[in-house]
């Protein structure tokens, strides 16, 4: 049953980040970026595409004598993961540890690609991470992984704009839709958010604040997967911003577009709803309107006497099925971000959100300012205890599927106008079952 779903699933189950190899201990064959300085120790390769990375190799390197990392930057986007499922299906040039956001895991561990980590000392950092940064990449007992960076959600916005119009900063999703009414009627130029409808992880986190838990899954029983992406709460927040978007309150343009990239630095947002990494991103943009006032809050909430914290991203390391040494794989990826100063690169060079708790819980890291929002401790007033609230999610092992059909859904409400909220996500529960069951999958639950 196992290979059938691993024949099936293949590259298509997967997608995002990229890049090559280098030659060290694993099957790639491309030169490091990096200078070896110890020739006579393990070279361990690693794929990644952190902003600064070669910083935090170069740091190892320069701290361990016994391993010593090789790493090649080839770019991002679909190539990385393709180019792994290419060598998963060869049997050869895979790296031996590489990054992967927390999302695919399952869709690599099921074509055995991923090394579980629990038989490599992955439990004696454990206490080093969240309880929710943990779940993301476990499954059941074993470990795929270990946790790098997170995206804890908040919302980002222009004090100005807010401000200029007498318009308090809404704390729950009722006052943000009043908001964006008085907006509307002030005849500001602007709108007060986007809802794009490629969010993908994006919505399903905005789903996961109103308790929709889509998938059920343990690799212990790779063949069994539980579905449930029409739940009551996903109709509700879908049927929420179909409202919006009908009546004009909000824009839905497609997230990362050289146009998205514009308005959130123009003015004709208002608001950014953001993960934690949303602040680099925005400050690395273009085309800034300098007399823009930037202030950071907590994610508005269904129910305020309630709040429930959501993430949006998230990466890892992991060790794949193709290192000629795990041992010295899984070092590399438990280690090379498990120092301060590492973390102090991760932080102020590369705009990481930590999730290894010695630097997260840091007098350091909470009392950061951030000059882009005036001086404000955006970690300590929203990103910490977005981080601490976040209880972990479950990913389905073709997952990439899975959000584009969530897209096309969410397309036909909100931009074509085709579907109601609820006969979007039936449709969408429809299709998933009919796709799990065409890849061999039993349904449970």
């Known amino acids: 049953m ?34 070896i ?41 679909n190539d990385q993961y393709t180019k792994f499922s290419t060598a998963i299906e060869s049997g050869s040039g895979a790296p031996d540890v590489i990054m992967l956001e927390a999302e695919v895991l399952s869709s690599f561990s099921i074509r055995d ?25 476990s499954s059941g007992d074993a470990v795929y992984a270990i946790p790098v960076d997170g995206g804890p959600m908040g919302m980002l916005y222009r004090e100005d704009i807010l401000t200029e119009h007498g318009i ?14 008085a907006l509307q009627a002030a005849g500001a130029p602007g709108v007060l958010a986007n809802f794009p409808p490629n969010g993908r992880a994006y919505t399903q986190a905005l789903f996961a604040q109103a308790g929709s838990v889509p998938f059920e899954y343990d690799s212990a029983s790779p063949q069994e997967i539980g ?12 049927a929420y911003w179909e409202d919006l978007s009908s009546r004009g309150l909000i824009a839905v343009d497609e997230a990362f577009t050289a146009d998205y990239n514009t308005k959130l630095v123009d003015g004709t947002y208002a608001i950014y709803v953001a993960a934690a990494w949303g602040p680099g991103y925005l400050q690395g943009l273009e085309g800034s309107d300098e007399s823009a006032v930037w202030r ?7 129910d305020a006497a309630d709040p429930v914290q959501i993430n949006w991203g998230g990466s890892t390391f992991a060790v794949t099925s193709q290192a000629d040494d795990p041992e010295a794989a899984a070092t590399v990826a438990k280690e090379v971000f498990g120092t301060e100063e590492a973390w102090k690169i991760g932080i102020e060079e590369a705009a990481l959100f930590p999730l290894w708790t010695p630097i997260l819980e840091s007098d350091y890291f909470r ?19 977005a981080a601490a609230g976040y209880a972990g999610f479950t990913f389905s092992p073709f997952q990439n599927y899975a959000y584009d059909q969530l897209q096309e859904e969410v397309t036909a409400v909100v931009v074509d106008g085709d579907k109601s909220a609820e006969q979007a996500l039936d449709d969408l529960q429809a299709t998933l079952e009919q796709y799990a069951t ?6 449970i639950g």
């Not at 024949?7 to 491309?30: F, H, I, P, Q, R």
């Not at 950061?368 to 910490?384: A, C, R, S, W």
């Open 438 to 443: 065409e890849q061999g999958f039993e349904l």
């Open 2 to 35: 196992k290979s059938k779903l691993i024949a099936g699933l293949g590259v298509s189950a997967v997608t995002a980040a990229a890049l090559t190899g280098c030659a060290a201990s694993g099957g790639s064959a491309e030169s490091c970026t990096n200078e």
């Open 367 to 385: 009392d950061l300012e951030y000059p882009f929002f005036g001086g404000q401790q955006i970690n300590k007033d929203v990103f910490l205890p």
């Open 296 to 302: 950071a809050a907590p994610v508005p909430q269904w």
């Open 37 to 77: 300085l110890n020739e006579e120790a393990t070279q361990v390769s690693v794929w990644a595409w952190y902003p600064a990375f070669d910083q935090v190799v170069d740091l190892f390197n320069e701290t361990h004598d016994d391993i010593q990392i090789c790493w090649t930057n080839a770019g991002q986007g």
């Open 113 to 137: 690609a991923l090394v579980d980590l629990s038989e490599y000392g992955a439990a004696d950092v454990q206490g080093d991470y969240t309880e929710g940064a943990w779940k993301d990449v």
């Open 168 to 181: 308090p900063v809404p704390t729950t999703w009722d006052e943000f839709a009043s908001a964006a009414e």
């Open 227 to 238: 579905i449930d992406v029409a739940d009551q709460g996903s109709k509700d927040v879908l």
